[in-house]
C-alpha cells in the first residue's frame, strides 16, 4: 500500500447505527486530518492530529468522534448521525515540518450516506 | 467575506489553449498557498505549492503568487481534455498547518 488509505469506500447508514472509518497512511507524515466536503461547499477541516495529539477540533458536533492511535492511523467514530452529515469523509496527512503550512495529501474518500 | 475565494465556474476553453484559474485570499499574513485538482467522485490532488512572490512553473503548470494583492492564480498550458477537473486552491492561515480552501473552479476543456 502507498499513500493514504482510506475504509470503507462506501458506507451507508441509519441514524441510530455506530460506525467507524479508517485511514493509514503510508508516507512517514506526522499530522492527519478530517475533512468533510459536502457539494457546492469548500473542504471543511473537522481535525487535526499532530504526533498523536488533537490540535485542532473545528467546532466539530460530539456526534464524530476522532482516534488517532499513532502517527499511521486515524479513525472517526460516528454514532447517531443525521441525514445532513451524508458528504465525503476525506482524510490527509503532511510531514508537519513547517509552521508556514505545507503540502497535504489526500485519501480516496469514504462517501457516506445517512439514511 | 470568504477566505478563499475563486470563481465556482466552469469555465470552458478549446484544446490547446491557455487555461487561467484565480484565487484570492483575505488573510494577508498567509504564506504558503497549494492548488490541487479533483476529478468528479475522486480526492484532491496536489499540483503545486507556492511560497514566494512571483511565478513557480512545472511543466505545463505555472503558479503566480502576488501577496500585496492578495491573489494567487493557476496557469494551464496546452490544455488537454484530460485537465477537465475542478481546481482547489487552498491557502494556509493562521497557526499549524490548517488549510483553508476555496469552492473550486471547475474547467472544462473542449476538442
Known amino acids: 500500500e502507498t499513500g493514504v488509505t482510506q475504509t470503507p469506500r462506501h458506507l451507508v447508514m441509519g441514524m441510530t447505527n455506530k460506525k467507524s472509518l479508517k485511514c493509514e497512511q503510508h508516507l512517514g507524515h506526522n499530522a492527519m486530518y478530517w475533512y468533510k466536503q459536502s457539494a457546492k461547499k469548500p473542504l471543511e477541516l473537522m481535525f487535526v492530529y499532530n504526533f498523536k495529539e488533537q490540535t485542532e477540533n473545528n467546532s466539530v458536533p460530539s456526534r464524530f468522534s476522532p482516534e488517532c492511535p499513532n502517527s499511521s492511523h486515524l479513525f472517526l467514530h460516528l454514532h447517531t448521525l443525521q441525514p445532513e452529515d451524508s458528504a465525503l469523509y476525506l482524510c490527509?496527512?503532511?510531514?508537519?515540518?513547517?509552521?508556514?503550512?505545507?503540502?497535504?495529501?489526500f485519501g480516496p474518500g469514504t462517501r457516506l450516506t445517512v439514511t | 467575506q470568504k477566505e478563499v475565494e475563486q470563481n465556482s465556474g466552469p469555465l470552458s476553453v478549446p484544446e490547446g489553449a491557455i487555461a487561467s484559474l484565480n484565487c484570492t485570499y483575505s488573510?494577508?499574513?498567509?504564506?504558503?498557498f497549494f492548488w490541487y485538482r479533483q476529478y468528479s467522485g475522486k480526492s484532491p490532488e496536489l499540483i503545486m505549492f507556492i511560497y514566494s512572490n512571483g511565478d513557480k512553473e512545472d511543466g505545463r503548470f505555472t503558479a503566480q503568487l502576488n501577496k500585496a494583492s492578495q491573489y494567487v492564480s493557476l496557469l494551464i498550458r496546452d490544455s488537454q481534455p484530460s485537465d477537465s477537473a475542478t481546481y482547489l486552491c487552498?491557502?494556509?492561515?493562521?497557526?499549524?498547518?490548517?488549510?483553508?480552501f476555496g469552492t473550486g473552479t471547475q474547467l472544462k476543456v473542449e476538442l
Open positions: 490527509a496527512s503532511s510531514q508537519d515540518r513547517t509552521l508556514f503550512g505545507e503540502e497535504q495529501y
Open positions: 487552498a491557502v494556509h492561515t493562521g497557526g499549524g498547518n490548517k488549510l483553508t
Open positions: 488573510d494577508r499574513g498567509s504564506q504558503s
